[in-house]
């Protein structure tokens, strides 16, 4: 509810005028009046607000200004290529993640540790649009291995338009789930429950795979649902680089446009996606932490 | 050892840059046609308004660092003092401030950009004091953290029973007490600060098209990577350069600070 009031909110209060969008610099006070009217952007906020609210259960956004064509539409016709853009990125990340969480955290302070340690902060540094055209520049221009570009193609028939941003969007988020990871797996292969297993016998496989990484990854997941919060972020930025039709590339042009029945449609999926990535961290790491109604006093 | 050094010397070539650039490049003006190749007279050939490449690259670090240094101040200058009125001034103080905070840091700062930027407030004018908004949340919290650490809670006590006044024992004590944690944090969020800004003036959210910023002649100008990449890849390698530099050199610190403690 919070999320559809500052939604509202946010576009509302702060119109600059979507009318004279509309009609350009040219247009006389008259035009701008009744296009005003037709907009309804003459009748009292919270009268607009109620409408919007209305027609949004029915899963009506509105019609764009520019195009005149239904929010909701447009938005579901550029929602596969973001969809699969960030399913891809999360189906490499959090193996990757895992991985070099693990080795890291079980050899604390070794070399292996420490280079890691730099790449993955040297990743995590370089702004995606910075680090996509340095790709760019490497795997496309010079070599032609790799698709510079995913403009006009569907990414389901080539699958290999995707691979650089992929890397793109995975390289900035690595750093810190893996760091959490490897953070919690470190204190926890230290502490007194890796000691107690380790002295009942069990192999030193099962200690960490069955019994210390689930409780390492308690706050990794959390990250990792921040890490969704800057996908979302990074898609917008690594779609207008690799011109891919997503919902990132609708957004930006929504906001050239100053669409505002468009923004808030992209608003509303944008904060949605984030509130329910955190809904869902949040029921995992419940899952993993062990049960604490001992120590409830 | 080495990450340090290396750390420090990404920093330098872009901050000496963006520091000595402006006094160094000429006028930033249109020269000829767009995307030439390069020669004699222009080293690294021209952009997309026919500006010479070498000397838009040298102006363009300034409005980055300008704009970065800028929104963390502003940042700082609101975050410090609300952190030290929810740490010291009672229940409901506290829980107006951290409440009220917490809806701010409802929604990803890119997106809130973007909001601002449709309904027409684009410019710096209007990014870096958003910027700055963005970040209060997070400092306030730091602030409130290190102001209600034990060490100092007894020594505010203690100050509160001889009958000094709060803002006194707040400016006095508490504010010097806090200055480590907050500095720690600052090396943090220029970071993001800087992540933040170049990704705004990418999406064309912040400066204007014909701004020399890095971050916008590597839009305008990213069509041309084929043709004159010299001026798409030395604004990004310079951008690159400051990003990692500045990452580098805080881990470092924070690493050298926790063995400290």
Same mark, same amino acid.
């Given at each position: 509810?919070?999320?559809?009031?500052?939604?509202?909110?946010?576009?509302?209060?702060?119109?600059?005028?979507?009318?004279?969008?509309?009609?350009?610099?040219?247009?006389?006070?008259?035009?701008?009046?009744?296009?005003?009217?037709?907009?309804?952007?003459?009748?009292?906020?919270?009268?607009?607000?109620?409408?919007?609210?209305?027609?949004?259960?029915?899963?009506?956004?509105?019609?764009?200004?520019?195009?005149?064509?239904?929010?909701?539409?447009?938005?579901?016709?550029?929602?596969?290529?973001?969809?699969?853009?960030?399913?891809?990125?999360?189906?490499?990340?959090?193996?990757?993640?895992?991985?070099?969480?693990?080795?890291?955290?079980?050899?604390?302070?070794?070399?292996?540790?420490?280079?890691?340690?730099?790449?993955?902060?040297?990743?995590?540094?370089?702004?995606?649009?910075?680090?996509?055209?340095? =790709? &760019?520049?490497?795997?496309? %221009?010079?070599? !032609?291995? @790799?698709? /510079?570009?995913?403009?006009?193609?569907? *990414? +389901?028939? $080539?699958?290999?338009?995707?691979?650089?941003?992929?890397?793109?969007?995975?390289?900035?988020?690595?750093?810190?789930?893996?760091?959490?990871?490897?953070?919690?797996?470190?204190?926890?292969?230290?502490?007194?429950?890796?000691?107690?297993?380790?002295?009942?016998?069990?192999?030193?496989?099962?200690?960490?795979?069955?019994?210390?990484?689930?409780?390492?990854?308690?706050?990794?997941?959390?990250?990792?649902?921040?890490?969704?919060?800057?996908?979302?972020?990074?898609?917008?930025?690594?779609?207008?680089?690799?011109?891919?039709?997503?919902?990132?590339?609708?957004?930006?042009?929504?906001?050239?446009?100053?669409?505002?029945?468009?923004?808030?449609?992209?608003? =509303? &999926?944008?904060?949605?996606? %984030?509130?329910? !990535?955190? @809904?869902? /961290?949040?029921?995992?790491?419940?899952? *993993? +932490?062990? $049960?604490?109604?001992?120590?409830?006093? | 050892?080495?990450?340090?050094?290396?750390?420090?010397?990404?920093?330098?070539?872009?901050?000496?840059?963006?520091?000595?650039?402006?006094?160094?490049?000429?006028?930033?003006?249109?020269?000829?046609?767009?995307?030439?190749?390069?020669?004699?007279?222009?080293?690294?050939?021209?952009?997309?308004?026919?500006?010479?490449?070498?000397?838009?690259?040298?102006?363009?670090?300034?409005?980055?660092?300008?704009?970065?240094?800028?929104?963390?101040?502003?940042?700082?200058?609101?975050?410090?003092?609300?952190?030290?009125?929810?740490?010291?001034?009672?229940?409901?103080?506290?829980?107006?401030?951290?409440?009220?905070?917490?809806?701010?840091?409802?929604?990803?700062?890119?997106?809130?950009?973007?909001?601002?930027?449709?309904?027409?407030?684009?410019?710096?004018?209007?990014?870096?004091?958003?910027?700055?908004?963005?970040?209060?949340?997070?400092?306030?919290?730091?602030?409130?953290?290190?102001?209600?650490?034990?060490?100092?809670?007894?020594?505010?006590?203690?100050?509160?029973?001889?009958?000094?006044?709060?803002?006194?024992?707040?400016?006095?004590?508490?504010?010097?007490?806090?200055?480590?944690?907050?500095?720690?944090?600052?090396?943090?969020?220029?970071?993001?600060?800087?992540?933040?800004?170049?990704?705004?003036?990418?999406?064309?959210?912040?400066?204007?098209?014909?701004?020399?910023?890095?971050?916008?002649?590597?839009?305008?100008?990213?069509?041309?990577?084929?043709?004159?990449?010299?001026?798409?890849?030395?604004?990004?390698?310079?951008?690159?350069?400051?990003?990692?530099?500045?990452?580098?050199?805080?881990?470092?610190?924070?690493?050298?600070?926790?063995?400290?403690?």
């Amino acid at each position: 509810m919070f999320v559809l009031v500052a939604t509202f909110a946010v576009t509302a209060l702060l119109p600059g005028d979507a009318a004279s969008v509309v009609l350009g610099e040219q247009a006389t006070d008259e035009q701008v009046a009744t296009v005003r009217h037709q907009l309804g952007l003459d009748r009292p906020l919270l009268d607009r607000f109620g409408h919007w609210l209305s027609e949004l259960v029915t899963g009506d956004l509105g019609r764009s200004l520019v195009t005149g064509a239904p929010v909701a539409d447009e938005i579901v016709r550029r929602l596969a290529a973001t969809a699969v853009l960030a399913g891809v990125t999360l189906l490499v990340l959090v193996p990757l993640a895992l991985v070099v969480g693990v080795v890291c955290g079980l050899r604390e302070g070794s070399r292996i540790d420490r280079a890691l340690a730099a790449v993955t902060l040297f990743l995590h540094s370089i702004p995606e649009f910075v680090l996509g055209l340095l =790709l &760019v520049a490497g795997f496309a %221009v010079h070599t !032609g291995l @790799l698709p /510079a570009t995913a403009a006009g193609t569907d *990414l +389901t028939a $080539r699958p290999e338009v995707i691979v650089l941003p992929v890397i793109v969007l995975v390289a900035r988020q690595l750093c810190d789930v893996a760091r959490q990871l490897r953070i919690g797996l470190a204190e926890q292969t230290r502490g007194p429950v890796a000691e107690h297993l380790r002295l009942l016998g069990l192999p030193e496989r099962t200690v960490v795979l069955r019994h210390l990484l689930p409780a390492a990854a308690a706050p990794a997941v959390q990250q990792l649902a921040r890490a969704v919060e800057g996908l979302l972020t990074g898609t917008v930025i690594v779609e207008s680089l690799f011109a891919i039709t997503g919902l990132g590339t609708g957004f930006v042009e929504a906001v050239q446009n100053r669409d505002i029945p468009q923004v808030q449609g992209y608003v =509303l &999926v944008f904060a949605g996606v %984030v509130v329910l !990535g955190n @809904l869902a /961290a949040d029921l995992v790491a419940h899952r *993993l +932490t062990p $049960r604490r109604e001992l120590v409830t006093w | 050892m080495v990450s340090r050094a290396l750390g420090w010397s990404l920093l330098a070539v872009p901050l000496l840059l963006a520091v000595a650039g402006p006094v160094l490049a000429g006028p930033v003006v249109s020269v000829g046609a767009p995307w030439q190749a390069p020669d004699a007279a222009h080293p690294l050939g021209t952009d997309v308004l026919g500006r010479d490449a070498l000397t838009v690259i040298l102006a363009g670090g300034l409005p980055v660092i300008g704009m970065t240094v800028a929104a963390l101040l502003l940042a700082y200058l609101a975050g410090v003092p609300l952190g030290l009125v929810a740490a010291g001034r009672g229940r409901l103080a506290d829980e107006t401030v951290m409440r009220s905070l917490d809806l701010v840091l409802a929604f990803p700062s890119l997106l809130v950009l973007m909001v601002l930027a449709a309904t027409g407030h684009r410019g710096p004018g209007v990014l870096i004091p958003a910027v700055a908004v963005l970040q209060v949340p997070a400092i306030t919290r730091v602030v409130r953290a290190a102001a209600l650490a034990p060490g100092c809670r007894t020594a505010v006590e203690a100050l509160t029973l001889q009958g000094r006044p709060w803002w006194r024992i707040q400016l006095g004590y508490v504010a010097r007490h806090v200055t480590g944690p907050v500095a720690t944090d600052a090396g943090t969020r220029l970071g993001v600060v800087l992540y933040l800004l170049a990704s705004a003036n990418f999406l064309g959210l912040g400066l204007p098209a014909d701004s020399p910023d890095w971050a916008v002649v590597i839009e305008r100008n990213s069509e041309a990577l084929y043709t004159a990449p010299a001026v798409v890849l030395v604004p990004a390698a310079l951008l690159m350069a400051l990003c990692v530099g500045t990452n580098l050199v805080t881990d470092r610190l924070l690493a050298a600070r926790r063995v400290i403690t």
